[in-house]
């Protein structure tokens, strides 16, 4: 087995970034979006769980449907443990967020500066 230990693809010392391009659909749209039942109660009583119970991949979540047809929101996941991610995966797929509520348009993953370190070189950009 390869050592990464310490390498660009140790996920612990460089996470793996994985960017989801979703959609809402018009169910989603059809609930509230506060009170019991509704688009927040959603996130807190089924996403929140689900995040809590995999700790190695942490998610950021940005609204995009003013700027591009493409996707309403993107997802951006910071994966330290894989297992972790597959978890949650696994966990949105038994629930009304996968395919009811939103669609997965496009799933992007990528490591920072990869690229620089794997030429041991500057990264671009940095101060």
Known sequence: MLDTAGSQYDLATNPLT???????TPEWLQLPP????GRFAFGKTVLNPILARHPGAR?????????????TDVMVWTVTDLEHYNGVVN??????????????EKIIPAIENEYAKHYKADVLGAA
């Open 91 to 104: 966990d949105l797929r038994e629930t009304k967020f996968w395919s009811s509520y939103f669609t997965i």
């Open 34 to 37: 506060q009170g019991e039942g």
């Open 18 to 24: 994985i960017f989801w391009l979703i959609k809402t």
């Open 59 to 71: 998610m950021a979540f940005f609204d995009s449907e003013a700027f591009t047809a493409d996707c």
